[in-house]
């Protein structure tokens, strides 16, 4: 059934009886072209662009659990695409373009806002430094406006403009066209146009391993049984390293805990999204009224899901030093996603070593925002054995050879990206 009001007034009318099945849910067969392993966004809108831009439909998504239960639902919803290294603007801008054109692209409402992604400066360096990352962004031909004090207080008058101030706002970074979008119905909407286009999409289906012939993967062992396909493709977020394992890999990554917040609803307050240059601070409002906000990691490898009190402390003290009227709001619940840290800070989206395994890992803070160019990218270079032009630099032996894409000019260590 194609979505539309005309669908809703009939429905609406007949007591909702006619609504089917947003996909089906089918047994897994013995082979397929395709196997792509991780039902998150990631996956799932590779395999809709396998169908949809390749012609490649005999194509199956293995997800361990139900779609929308990984960190596909455990992040903080933004898009953006103000970065500045080469490779990653590219590639993230194509991703934002892919965010506009998305609910129509799935006939489904990803609630896609572009209500604009404010980055505060908080020393005068800094705000050089979004400066020259604007500079950037506009060479490229991405929307980045420079904003004042003033121009920010007129804004964003809720933040702390006062004399006591422990962070003053020098000015910020802002860039219009990003903002946020309903993570779950991300992958349902992906999930829905992938089924339509004759995608098997099997949940509660964990891969145990790999089988192979001589070098070369061909299938996998799943707890549904085995499952043989010419080419396999890894789309696992956090868990990267344990699936490469399986198949004798040791990736440059390591695993991190990243915590969201989501508050009490309230009315009206912040209409935009707005990060704490001071710190490691992001907050919106979502359309039920609640706030929701995100840290810095927690520190430690774990694969738990669940974050530690001393960022929940250090999160929450962030929150109020920035704006002062968050004091006495409730917090409701928070979570944690597992982050897979590449030593650059930016993604891995090549083949490996192995023949018939492709990879897309290393996403860092980056993987919500990259789902659709991740897919676009991913599907391009499963279908043509070749990267694709805007994702060229995400090689997987870039690390090998010297030449990181070090977004945040950290250094080779993952828990500082």
């Given at each position: 059934m194609r979505y539309s009001v005309a669908s809703v007034i009939r429905e609406a009318l007949t007591g909702n009886t006619g609504w089917g099945r947003a996909w089906r849910d089918p047994e897994p067969k013995p082979a397929y072209d395709v196997l792509v392993v991780g039902g998150g966004g990631h996956g799932l809108s590779t395999a809709y662009y396998l169908a949809e831009e390749h012609g490649i439909r005999n194509v199956a998504v293995l997800e361990k659990g139900w779609l929308g239960g990984g960190n596909v639902g455990r992040n903080t919803t933004i898009i953006r695409s103000n970065y500045m290294m080469d490779g990653?603007?590219?590639?993230?801008?194509?991703?934002?373009?892919?965010?506009?054109?998305?609910?129509?692209?799935?006939?489904?409402?990803?609630?896609?806002?572009?209500?604009?992604?404010?980055?505060?400066?908080?020393?005068?360096?800094?705000?050089?430094?979004?400066?020259?990352?604007?500079?950037?962004?506009?060479?490229?031909?991405?929307?980045?406006?420079?904003?004042?004090?003033?121009?920010?207080?007129?804004?964003?008058?809720?933040?702390?403009?006062?004399?006591?101030?422990?962070?003053?706002?020098?000015?910020?970074?802002?860039?219009?066209r990003g903002g946020t979008a309903r993570h779950d119905a991300v992958a349902w909407g992906y999930a829905r146009g992938a089924d339509t286009r004759g995608v098997d999409i099997i949940q509660n289906c964990e891969v145990t391993g790999f089988i192979r012939e001589g070098d070369r993967i061909v299938g996998v062992e799943t707890t549904r049984g085995a499952i043989r396909a010419k080419k396999v493709a890894m789309a696992v977020a956090g868990h990267s390293s344990v699936l490469a394992e399986k198949a004798g890999m040791r990736l440059p990554i390591e695993s991190h805990l990243l915590q969201a917040f989501v508050s009490e609803s309230i009315k009206p307050l912040i209409d935009t999204v707005i990060t704490f240059g001071a710190g490691h601070f992001y907050i919106s409002q979502s359309d039920k009224g609640s706030l929701v906000f995100g840290g810095d990691l927690d520190g430690y490898n774990s694969y738990a899901q669940r974050g530690n009190l001393p960022i929940v402390e250090h999160v929450l003290t962030e929150g109020k030093a920035l704006i002062p009227c968050l004091s006495r709001l409730r917090m409701l619940r928070h979570w944690a996603g597992v982050m897979d840290m590449s030593m650059d800070g930016s993604p891995i989206i090549d083949l490996t070593p192995i023949p018939g395994l492709y990879l897309n890992t290393g996403w860092c803070y980056g993987g919500f925002k990259a789902v659709p160019g991740s897919g676009w990218c991913f599907a391009y270079l499963i279908a043509r054995d070749e990267p694709h032009p805007v994702a060229a630099k995400f090689r997987l032996d870039r690390f090998r050879t010297g030449r990181p894409i070090d977004e945040k000019g950290a250094g080779p260590v993952p828990g500082h990206h």
């Open positions: 990653n603007t590219q590639f993230y801008e194509l991703s934002m373009k892919l965010w506009e054109g998305l609910s129509h692209e799935l006939n489904y409402n990803a609630m896609v806002s572009h209500r604009g992604v404010f980055n505060l400066a908080h020393t005068p360096a800094q705000y050089d430094a979004f400066a020259y990352r604007g500079n950037v962004m506009r060479s490229n031909g991405i929307d980045a406006e420079i904003l004042s004090r003033e121009e920010v207080r007129r804004e964003l008058p809720y933040l702390d403009f006062s004399e006591k101030a422990r962070f003053p706002v020098y000015g910020a970074l802002v860039q219009r």
